[in-house]
């Protein structure tokens, strides 16, 4: 249910002057997306009528040691070469206003730029749901890590089978409490990065706020004044080995372990948070405004062993 108080009250005084200004956002945090955006991990390309992910799934099975100087080679043609394909999922966001909202709202009785404000809160209800999608399994053909990363570290993923294919599989451990989080860390870390000194180790984790309080609750105290009138405790940024750890709103207990080689938030470079034409409509005898945001985009993944999860 909505406030009670109208957006057009909200919006505008009757006869006041006001410096126009944003609302105060009440509902939005993106904090996966900026991590994304940060490490690179969203990819801006063409595409075509899908998204495609070329893997090298396997060592040359001819490779052998020889027996002999003259012996002889396998001639099978070498098979090493596979694709993931993935469909492409698409957001859209309506912002609607009438004329009379534009007659209400004229420079003088402002308090906020309405028209502004409209604008904000759709590319701002864009970002907050594919935030709540990346935590996800699918919606509506959007993939999220549910998906990529399960907690068995099996199932089908980009038309191939994790059940059959091992080469596919998600890496992950589970974890009680305080006592043994950072034991399953070590080991899901371990996993991805496959060996001392990997140029794929885990560079970024996201879960929610109290799981990432747990974890940081155990570790050392570190405690420094910052002058002689204040102590400041804790960590403002807190990481696991090689892996910055955000926490989100929409996240949960599962702790995802991911990299931005492997994981990858795909954006059509043409058609990402696009927004539409301003447009004058006449629907039911009301007139009025309207234009849309547009994506088209998926998370994929073009190795699953090196993606994991630590959960309960």
Not at 143 to 161: E, M, N, V
């Amino acid at each position: 249910m909505a406030p009670s108080v109208s957006q057009i009250v909200a919006s505008s005084y009757n006869a006041v002057l006001a410096v126009a200004r944003k609302a105060e956002n009440q509902w939005a945090e993106a904090a996966a997306l900026r991590e994304l955006e940060r490490q690179g991990m969203v990819v801006r390309k063409a595409f075509g009528a899908q998204l495609e992910a070329p893997l090298d799934y396997q060592r040359n099975p001819g490779a052998t040691f020889l027996s002999s100087s003259l012996q002889q080679l396998s001639a099978a043609e070498t098979e090493v070469v596979t694709d993931a394909v993935y469909d492409i999922a698409q957001i859209g966001v309506p912002v609607t206003w009438t004329k009379l909202t534009e007659v209400q709202n004229s420079s003088e009785n402002q308090k906020i730029a309405l028209s502004k404000q409209l604008m904000t809160n759709g590319f701002d209800s864009h970002d907050d749901l594919v935030e709540a999608a990346f935590f996800a399994t699918s919606t509506s053909g959007f993939l999220g890590l549910l998906t990529h990363i399960p907690d068995s570290g099996q199932s089908s993923d980009g038309g191939i089978d994790s059940t059959s294919e091992t080469m596919w599989r998600s890496q992950n451990s589970t974890y009680v409490d305080d006592t043994d989080i950072e034991a399953a860390f070590t080991s899901v870390w371990n996993a991805c990065a496959k060996g001392s000194g990997s140029a794929l180790q885990p560079t970024a984790m996201f879960s929610d706020a109290a799981t990432q309080s747990l974890f940081e609750g155990t570790q050392q105290a570190m405690q420094r004044y910052v002058d002689s009138q204040d102590l400041k405790a804790g960590f403002k940024t807190i990481a696991f080995k090689t892996a910055r750890y955000v926490y989100s709103k929409n996240g949960g207990t599962r702790v995802y372990f991911t990299n931005p080689k492997n994981l990858q938030l795909v954006v059509s470079s043409g058609m990402y948070r696009d927004k539409g034409e301003t447009q004058e409509l006449v629907q039911q005898g009301q007139a009025g405004y309207r234009f849309n945001i547009y994506s088209a985009l998926q998370l994929l993944t073009n190795n699953r062993s090196r993606l994991g999860v630590a959960h309960v």
